[in-house]
C-alpha cells in the first residue's frame, strides 16, 4: 500500500515518520510519501493560498495549488485519482474518525490532503472520496489529524503491529464491541500502598480471561 500526504508543513511528520511501526510498515513494501504545495505552485511568488471571494477572515488553500500538486506526483487528472484509491481531506467539517473507517483506510492506496488556515477551497470536492475529522473542535491545520488517521490506519496493516492480538484485541475494535480495552498492569506488584489485582499476579490464565472481559463490560 502507498500513502500520500499533501501538506505545507511535512517536516511536521519527520518525528511521526521515524517511528517504528512505520518502519516496520516500509519494510514490508509499504511506501509513505510527503508532498508540499508550495514545492508545486503554478503561481508566482510560491503562493498557495488567496483570501475568500465574498470576504471575511483568513486565507484559503487554492485549489489550482492542490491539483498542481497531485498531478505532480500522481500525473493525469486530479479528478480521476480518487478511481483506484481514497482520497481524503483533513477538514473538521468532516466525518469523525474511528476504528471502522480506520480499517476500511488500510485496504485500498490513501491520499491525505491538509489544509491550513481556513482550509482548502471548496472545490477540492471534486477530488475527494472523504471527508475526514479527528474530533469535534477545530484545529489550526490537518498536519496533527493526518497523523492520528496515518497512525490508526498504519496499525491496521497486517504484520505492521508485530503481535498481531494487540491490534484485535484493542480498545474500540469489533472484538471489544466498540468499549475500551480492560486495564493494563506492570511491576512493581506494589507501589506507594497501590496494589495490583490479585488475579493478575494468579498465574490462572482461565480466570485471568474471566476478570479481563469484566472489566471491558464495566467500562
Ligand atoms: Cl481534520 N482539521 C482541523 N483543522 N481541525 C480538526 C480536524 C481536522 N479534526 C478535528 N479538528
Same mark, same amino acid.
Given at each position: 500500500?502507498?500513502?500520500?500526504?499533501?501538506?505545507?508543513?511535512?517536516?511536521?511528520?519527520?518525528?511521526?515518520?521515524?517511528?517504528?511501526?512505520?518502519?516496520?510498515?516500509?519494510?514490508?513494501?509499504?511506501?509513505?510519501?510527503?508532498?508540499?504545495?508550495?514545492?508545486?505552485?503554478?503561481?508566482?511568488?510560491?503562493?498557495?493560498?488567496?483570501?475568500?471571494?465574498?470576504?471575511?477572515?483568513?486565507?484559503?488553500?487554492?485549489?489550482? @495549488? $492542490?491539483?498542481?500538486?497531485?498531478?505532480? &506526483?500522481?500525473? !493525469?487528472? #486530479?479528478?480521476?485519482?480518487?478511481?483506484? %484509491?481514497?482520497?481524503?481531506?483533513?477538514?473538521?467539517?468532516?466525518?469523525?474518525?474511528?476504528?471502522?473507517?480506520?480499517?476500511?483506510?488500510?485496504?485500498?492506496?490513501?491520499?491525505?490532503?491538509?489544509?491550513?488556515?481556513?482550509?482548502?477551497?471548496?472545490?477540492?470536492?471534486?477530488?475527494?472520496?472523504?471527508?475526514?475529522?479527528?474530533?469535534?473542535?477545530?484545529?489550526?491545520?490537518?498536519?496533527?489529524?493526518?497523523?492520528?488517521?496515518?497512525?490508526?490506519?498504519?496499525?491496521?496493516?497486517?504484520?505492521?503491529?508485530?503481535?498481531?492480538?494487540? @491490534? $484485535?484485541?484493542?480498545?474500540?475494535?469489533? &472484538?471489544?464491541? !466498540?468499549? #475500551?480495552?480492560?486495564?493494563?498492569?506492570? %511491576?512493581?506488584?506494589?507501589?506507594?500502598?497501590?496494589?495490583?489485582?490479585?488475579?493478575?499476579?494468579?498465574?490462572?490464565?482461565?480466570?485471568?480471561?474471566?476478570?479481563?472481559?469484566?472489566?471491558?463490560?464495566?467500562?
Amino acid at each position: 500500500m502507498r500513502t500520500d500526504v499533501f501538506t505545507l508543513f511535512p517536516q511536521a511528520f519527520d518525528w511521526y515518520l521515524s517511528q517504528v511501526h512505520i518502519r516496520n510498515a516500509v519494510e514490508l513494501g509499504h511506501e509513505f510519501h510527503l508532498t508540499n504545495y508550495r514545492d508545486h505552485t503554478p503561481l508566482s511568488h510560491l503562493q498557495v493560498d488567496d483570501t475568500p471571494y465574498g470576504g471575511g477572515a483568513g486565507m484559503v488553500l487554492r485549489i489550482d @495549488v $492542490v491539483c498542481a500538486a497531485l498531478e505532480a &506526483v500522481f500525473p !493525469g487528472d #486530479a479528478a480521476c485519482l480518487k478511481d483506484g %484509491r481514497r482520497v481524503v481531506e483533513l477538514t473538521p467539517k468532516g466525518r469523525q474518525f474511528d476504528d471502522a473507517l480506520a480499517a476500511e483506510l488500510a485496504r485500498q492506496d490513501l491520499v491525505l490532503l491538509c489544509g491550513r488556515y481556513e482550509g482548502i477551497d471548496e472545490r477540492v470536492k471534486h477530488l475527494v472520496t472523504d471527508r475526514v475529522s479527528i474530533g469535534p473542535y477545530v484545529l489550526s491545520g490537518g498536519e496533527v489529524a493526518a497523523m492520528a488517521v496515518l497512525d490508526g490506519v498504519t496499525r491496521k496493516l497486517p504484520g505492521v503491529i508485530s503481535n498481531p492480538e494487540s @491490534v $484485535v484485541s484493542e480498545s474500540h475494535s469489533d &472484538v471489544l464491541e !466498540g468499549g #475500551a480495552e480492560y486495564p493494563h498492569y506492570t %511491576r512493581p506488584a506494589e507501589f506507594r500502598g497501590w496494589g495490583v489485582p490479585e488475579v493478575l499476579l494468579s498465574g490462572n490464565h482461565g480466570e485471568i480471561d474471566c476478570w479481563r472481559a469484566l472489566q471491558v463490560r464495566k467500562r
